[in-house]
Nanobody, 115 residues
Framework: QVQLVESGGGLVQAGGSLRLSCAAS????????MGWYRQAPGKQRELVAG???????NYADSVKGRFTISRDSAKNTVYLQMNSLKPEDTAVYYC?????????WGQGTQVTVSS
């Protein structure tokens, strides 16, 4: 079984920065993809950023140039550095892991950006 533990959410003023972390543990042997999704009240969950096993990254248009996804393969951990935060970035952020082609989700961490 695989578990995901997220950390790093919180309250920040517009223009500020936060760094989210997601550590995977358990029987890890084949990570296909790690990424971050977010869900704001009344909206659908959307992909924010992702990184494949080969290191390719992709970002939502709304965060390009402000957010950076990275990973530490030795620690099975993915990070999301969020800079120049905007009130519209406010959401619950979920870590997603595709391991051996099975989806796993973190519990979610709240990010609130005040104007």
């Amino acid at each position: 079984q695989v578990q995901l533990v997220e950390s790093g959410g919180g309250l920040v003023q517009a223009g500020g920065s936060l760094r989210l972390s997601c550590a995977a543990s358990g029987s890890i042997f084949s990570i296909n993809f790690m990424g971050w999704y977010r869900q704001a009240p009344g909206k659908q969950r959307e992909l924010v950023a992702g990184i494949t096993s080969g290191g390719s990254t992709n970002y939502a248009d709304s965060v390009k140039g402000r957010f950076t996804i990275s990973r530490d393969s030795a620690k099975n951990t993915v990070y999301l550095q969020m800079n120049s935060l905007k009130p519209e970035d406010t959401a619950v952020y979920y870590c997603n892991l595709v391991h051996d082609w099975t989806n796993y989700w973190g519990q979610g961490t709240q990010v609130t950006v005040s104007s």
